[in-house]
């Protein structure tokens, strides 16, 4: 696939729509989209923009449309998947369990290709705090912070979650847990 033969105009329009998302202005990066996804519904930037203006819209399906077709296509670009999570998903607190694990599976894909994705990590403790896995959403957080350590917001969800899996487990009476490896008597 060819895509460098795209015309200046072409090339032109598609960075603008990338400005347009960055300013978060969907719709009018979405009329610039259209023509170029008619013209060249194979470019994979073409279809992650598309696909992350339709998510920025709240138009979840045909996000998902468009960046499916493209994961089939860029089965190895790791931003065509993340996006595709974030369609799958739509918002956190309105997704059912079964949007939440083709979101998971999306992010996992992601990883895959990419492990240091930005912000796949931070996601995945959210989509797994939000299903009440708690240890687990801990762990993705963790690994967030291991991507980035600045990351202010995921050392607020260890600490916060840490402390309400902490103040859920029983007293022990003075009992220490076995050390890890030890089974429990």
């Not at 998302?21 to 060249?40: D, F, H, S, T, V």
């Not at 991507?147 to 009992?175: F, H, K, M």
């Amino acid at each position: 696939m060819a895509f460098e033969s795209q015309s200046e105009e072409f090339k032109r329009t598609l960075a603008e729509s990338a400005w347009l998302l960055r300013m978060n202005q969907p719709q009018a990066a979405l009329e610039k989209l259209l023509p170029l996804y008619e013209q060249a519904p194979t470019h994979p930037d073409v279809a992650l923009n598309l696909g992350g203006a339709y998510i920025l819209m709240a138009k979840w399906r045909k996000a998902e449309q468009v960046l499916s077709k493209a994961a089939e296509l860029h089965a190895d670009n790791a931003m065509i998947w993340v996006n595709l999570a974030a369609a799958h998903l739509g918002r956190l607190e309105l997704s059912g369990p079964q949007q939440q694990e083709r979101a998971i599976r999306a992010y996992k894909r992601a990883l895959e290709i990419d492990p240091k994705a930005p912000n796949v990590h931070y996601h995945l403790g959210l989509i797994y705090k939000e299903r009440g896995e708690l240890a687990q959403a801990i762990e993705w957080f963790r690994a967030a912070l291991e991507v980035n350590p600045a990351d202010q917001d995921a050392s607020y969800w260890i600490e916060r979650l840490s402390a309400l899996l902490n103040a859920s487990r029983p007293a022990t009476g003075g009992e220490t847990a076995p050390d890890e490896g030890q089974e429990r008597p």
